[in-house]
């Protein structure tokens, strides 16, 4: 299995930065494609970002485009995920996952492994 831990989330003002990592353990080389998702309280979880095994094919929600940033290095076992420009609804609990694939996917129900979350909350 893969062991998927998330840091980095905090509190920030609008228009502010938070960058995420996730860290991937236990069998990494079965984690071919990551994704990131969010879950707002009392909401389901949303596609954030995806992207390929070797970095070369990101996609990411419509919300996000411009301000998310997806990245990988697979040396250090880690996924990124850089955001920008922060609203309000931007406010979640953010999960890193893992799909068993070489194909990447906007969907959560494709995705093999989950972390625990980091909470990202932007006050207004």
């Known amino acids: 299995q893969v062991q998927l831990v998330e840091s980095g989330g905090g509190l920030v003002q609008v228009g502010g930065s938070l960058r995420l990592s996730c860290a991937a353990s236990?069998?990494?080389?079965?984690?071919?494609?990551m994704g990131w998702f969010r879950q707002a309280p009392g909401k389901e979880r949303e596609f954030v970002a995806t992207?390929?095994?070797?970095?070369?094919?990101?996609y990411y929600a419509d919300s996000v485009k411009g301000r998310f940033t997806i990245s990988r290095d697979n040396a250090k076992n880690t996924v990124y995920l850089q955001m920008n420009s922060l609203k309000p609804e931007d406010t979640a609990v953010y999960y890193c996952?893992?799909?068993?694939?070489?194909?990447?996917?906007?969907?959560?129900?494709?995705?093999?492994?989950w972390g625990q979350g980091t909470q990202v909350t932007v006050s207004s």
């Open positions: 236990g069998r990494t080389f079965n984690s071919y494609v």
């Open positions: 996952a893992s799909r068993i694939r070489y194909d990447t996917s906007y969907y959560a129900h494709d995705y093999h492994y």
């Open positions: 992207i390929s095994w070797n970095g070369g094919r990101t």
